[in-house]
């Protein structure tokens, strides 16, 4: 099982960035998919995460600014984000899982990761 992310980079406070995480080695469709990030010296948190069929779910501080998105034809799923603030830096991770209760956990899978850097 791989999880590839691409995307990621410097940006300035207000713009945005995309990034993606493509899968193999699973039936991707089945999976609940998500986005985690971890901010230096602090615990990894689940930032949005959507259902094989399309439901999501996302944390207070994102909303109305980030959009999880999937593309099942391409097992990949996607973090638009738009209007970042320099507390969104992070390392940000891509993760699947069968059950959405095993997303984030050993059940799951992980993507290796990619730095968000935003500057004010």
């Known amino acids: 099982v791989r999880l590839v992310q691409s995307g990621g980079g410097l940006v300035q406070a207000g713009g945005s960035l995309r990034l993606s995480c493509a899968a193999s080695?699973?039936?991707?469709?089945?999976?609940?998919a998500g986005w985690y990030r971890q901010a230096p010296g602090k615990q990894r948190d689940l930032v949005a995460d959507i259902a094989p069929f399309g439901s999501t779910n996302y944390v207070d501080a994102v909303k109305g600014r980030f959009t999880i998105s999937r593309d099942n034809a391409k097992n990949t799923v996607y973090l638009q984000m738009n209007s970042l603030k320099p507390e969104d830096t992070a390392v940000y991770y891509c993760a699947a899982a069968t059950r959405r209760a095993g997303l984030g956990s050993d059940d799951g899978y992980w993507g290796q990761g990619t730095q968000v850097t935003v500057s004010s």
């Open positions: 080695g699973i039936t991707f469709r089945l999976n609940t």
